[in-house]
């Protein structure tokens, strides 16, 4: 029973350069949460997807951050023209259900962006 | 809007010393509140959780009681390990609203 995988593990990008980070989530979920973990900071969160529709994007910075969740596939975190701030561990987290009602979610093990 | 608040660490303890990590939150309904443990190079993983007042979520020796007069929810253990040493992370989810929200984690190390 695979848990949530994401991937890559570890990514290194230039300042202008694009990321995108991949997330599967478990089997038979389809609620996707994105976070960011920041150096001696907690877990922010990002946004909130089901399958095809971006439920609540509240916590994604207005430019340069998109998140989809398709159809098929993986959802996807991108980032574009990233900078040294961006320098972080983005989790993704899946659920089966709405989180609310049970407030378990499921974590990957997160992708670690470094920005040079 | 709604926020938790934990005590900051790092919190270095001896074993069998006694764990205290003190959480409280603020929150416009009833919330649902949990803790979260983060292993080293891991994912956070669900350690216990309470949905109503005065509930007692326990696991692996964890407890923590849903306090509704002192709006808090602090994790206790009576004799920790070296293999608690983790990051822990105090949050709620409220009906109605479908983020789940984390304090900033309290990092625990446990000296043999």
């Known amino acids: 029973n695979a848990g949530v995988m994401q991937n890559p593990r570890h990514l290194v990008r230039r300042r202008g350069q694009e990321a995108r980070l991949r997330c599967s989530p478990m089997k038979g979920h389809s609620h996707v949460y994105w976070y960011r973990q920041l150096p001696e900071e907690g877990l922010k969160f990002m946004v909130y997807l089901q399958k095809e529709n971006i439920i609540d994007e509240s916590g994604m910075p207005k430019e340069r951050f998109s998140a989809e969740f398709p159809k098929e596939g993986p959802s996807i975190l991108r980032i574009q023209q990233v900078v040294r701030g961006d320098s972080a561990a983005y989790f993704c987290?899946?659920?089966?259900?709405?989180?609310?009602?049970?407030?378990?979610?499921?974590f990957g093990e997160g992708s670690r962006l470094t920005v040079l | 809007g709604n926020s938790v608040t934990q005590m900051e660490g790092p919190v270095t303890l001896s074993e069998e010393a006694f764990l205290t990590i003190n959480c409280t939150y603020t929150a416009t309904g009833y919330p649902s509140l949990f803790w979260y443990v983060q292993y080293p190079g891991e994912g956070l993983q669900l350690l216990l959780k309470a949905t109503k007042a005065d509930d007692k979520g326990s696991n692996k020796g964890f407890e923590a009681t849903y306090r509704k007069e002192t709006t808090s929810f602090h994790l206790e253990k009576g004799s920790v390990q070296v293999s608690d040493s983790a990051v822990y992370f105090c949050?709620?989810?409220?009906?109605?609203?479908?983020?789940?929200?984390f304090g900033k984690g309290t990092r625990l190390h446990i000296l043999p």
């Open positions: 987290a899946s659920s089966p259900s709405r989180p609310a009602n049970t407030g378990e979610l499921f």
């Open positions: 949050a709620l989810s409220d009906l109605g609203d479908d983020k789940i929200i």
